[in-house]
Structure formats: C-alpha cells, structure tokens
C-alpha cells in the first residue's frame, strides 16, 4: 500500500513539473526566425507595460523613423503610430481610412485609429543602420541580436519555462 502511495506520489508530482516546464506561461515579445526547419525564439519578457516601438535609419533618407505599438487582449499588436522626416520613397505621403497625417516641427505624424493585427515580419538588413526595439525606455539592437539578412516573425505571444531554455533572450 505504501508503495501505491509513492507512486502515487511521484507521478502527481511528475506531471506538476511537466506542466511547469511545458505550460506557456510568460509572456513575451518574440522574434522567430523564418523559413528554417527548427527556428530558435528570441524574446524579451513582457514586463507589465504594453507600449513598445521600433526605431529603424530609412535606408535611402538616411533618418530615423519611430513606429509605437501596443500589446492589447489576446497578444494582439494595435499600431498606433508612425514619426518620420521625408515622404519620399517608401514614407506614407497621406492619410487612409482611419489615420490621420500630421506636421509639426518638420516631422510627420502618422496615427492609426482602429488599426490591429497578430503579428508581423521583420527583415534585417546587412546595412549598417539602426534598427531597435524599444521597450520601457530602452533600445534593444536587433542588428546585434539577430542575424543579418534573415527575417523574423515579430509576435507578443506567451512561453513555456522550456521554450525560454531553448531560446535566446535579447540583451
């Protein structure tokens, strides 16, 4: 009988730690690497505040551009804005279907009002420009942390305690 009970025992307990280790749990900004056959996670913990933004060198403007984001219910991204200099190549020179385009201090705003999706791709380029992920008032530099000339899945997503383990968490 008291046998049955160790048993008993150690399999509840094994199958707590297995729910521990596999239970996706934290949540976290991901960069999963596409087009390979066993990507490997980067992520950033979440850390309670839900706005986050990427800074990026416009390859041919040579200036900065801002994009704010924010994780919403589900881990889903809502855009909420862009900033940036030129409306040259590649820059939104007006305003869609719930945006809204403004200028001020020769910067250009560009807000979204009702703009959601689950995810997005992000390439990293082989030129030496800026490219970062700001969270909590600190910049992240992707160039440093992924590998130029991949693309990455960019997802708020949650992540078991062995995907973490498996993963490389930005720096």
């Given at each position: 009988m008291?046998?049955?009970?160790?048993?008993?025992?150690?399999?509840?307990?094994?199958?707590?730690?297995?729910?521990?280790?596999?239970?996706?749990?934290?949540?976290?900004?991901?960069?999963t690497e596409t087009r390979i056959d066993n990507p490997v996670v980067h992520y950033l913990p979440f850390a309670g505040d839900d706005a986050f933004g990427i800074r990026y060198t416009h390859s041919i403007h040579k200036s900065d551009?801002?994009?704010?984001?924010?994780?919403?219910?589900?881990?889903?991204?809502?855009?909420?804005?862009?900033?940036?200099?030129?409306?040259?190549?590649?820059?939104?020179?007006?305003?869609?279907?719930?945006?809204?385009?403004?200028?001020r201090d020769g910067k250009y705003f560009l807000q979204f009002d009702k703009e959601f999706i689950e995810d997005f791709t992000i390439f990293i380029g082989d030129l030496d420009l800026d490219l970062v992920f700001v969270y909590k008032n600190y910049e992240y530099d992707l160039k440093k942390d992924l590998q130029r000339g991949k693309s990455y899945l960019f997802e708020v997503k949650r992540?078991?305690?062995?995907?973490?383990?498996?993963?490389?968490r930005l720096t």
């Amino acid at each position: 009988m008291r046998m049955r009970r160790l048993v008993f025992v150690i399999a509840i307990c094994s199958i707590g730690v297995g729910i521990f280790i596999f239970l996706p749990l934290q949540k976290v900004f991901a960069f999963t690497e596409t087009r390979i056959d066993n990507p490997v996670v980067h992520y950033l913990p979440f850390a309670g505040d839900d706005a986050f933004g990427i800074r990026y060198t416009h390859s041919i403007h040579k200036s900065d551009v801002l994009e704010y984001y924010r994780s919403v219910a589900g881990n889903r991204i809502q855009m909420l804005g862009m900033e940036y200099e030129d409306l040259a190549i590649g820059m939104p020179a007006y305003a869609e279907e719930n945006q809204t385009l403004t200028q001020r201090d020769g910067k250009y705003f560009l807000q979204f009002d009702k703009e959601f999706i689950e995810d997005f791709t992000i390439f990293i380029g082989d030129l030496d420009l800026d490219l970062v992920f700001v969270y909590k008032n600190y910049e992240y530099d992707l160039k440093k942390d992924l590998q130029r000339g991949k693309s990455y899945l960019f997802e708020v997503k949650r992540i078991s305690l062995y995907e973490r383990w498996k993963g490389v968490r930005l720096t």
